[in-house]
């Protein structure tokens, strides 16, 4: 395990932060009070950027993603489809069976502020806690950063899942404490599933691992 935090301390220092910093906003404010702030930056630039950067954990870019790494190994493909894959099922569970009668956003507010949405995403009601894009964009930039082992990566990778959860607060589709849980559950099945899977004797003699996409 030292190892582990040793080889990947620039994602996880980053995230660490990210942990504390959340941890206070999520103890001193009271919930709903970061969408209104959020919710009052709204602009046309914002509106477009946030509408796209929250994509970047949907499938068709992940597919993209993996369509990538496959022409780097099959191996790494294989990695980041069957780590998105439990990523999602954890989610999912959570979801729809632990956390299912957690409101979202618009129908906290829909009695008492008039908000401002952006047109042309669909702002759901209900299955809020935890974030389900959230949980994909830090489990996959997160496995990413594993797999590529590269400071400058790391940075990056950390950055794009951070504005993928700040997306969903903008967008009115989740509250911190939803993004803060996703990110954690992202974070934490990667985690086992690289130490447990990718780090085997299983995988490692797996025979087609190295081949490659030509």
């Not at 809020?128 to 400058?152: C, I, Q, V, W």
């Amino acid at each position: 395990m030292k190892q582990f935090i040793e080889a990947n301390k620039i994602f996880l220092g980053l995230y660490f932060v990210f942990l504390l910093l959340g941890a206070f906003v999520i103890a001193t404010y009271e919930k709903g009070n970061e969408i209104l702030y959020f919710n009052s930056l709204h602009t046309p630039f914002f509106n477009y950027v946030f509408k796209n950067v929250t994509r970047i954990a949907e499938a068709p870019m992940f597919l993209l993603i993996i369509i990538i790494a496959i022409r780097v190994s099959y191996g790494k493909g294989f990695v980041l489809a069957l780590n998105a894959c439990f990523v999602f099922g954890v989610t999912a569970f959570l979801k729809y069976m632990i956390f299912s009668e957690q409101v979202r956003p618009s129908v906290l507010f829909e009695h008492t502020h008039q908000l401002n949405f952006v047109q042309g995403v669909e702002v759901f009601r209900y299955n809020s806690f935890p974030s389900g894009h959230t949980s994909s964009a830090f489990g996959l930039f997160f496995m990413l950063s594993l797999l590529l082992n590269d400071k400058r990566w790391s940075v990056l990778f950390f950055i794009l899942a951070v504005l993928v959860g700040v997306s969903r607060v903008y967008l009115l589709e989740h509250f911190f404490r939803d993004v803060y849980a996703g990110s954690l559950v992202g974070v934490m099945v990667s985690a086992v599933f690289y130490l447990t899977f990718v780090r085997s004797k299983f995988y490692e003699n797996i025979s087609w691992r190295d081949k490659k996409l030509i």
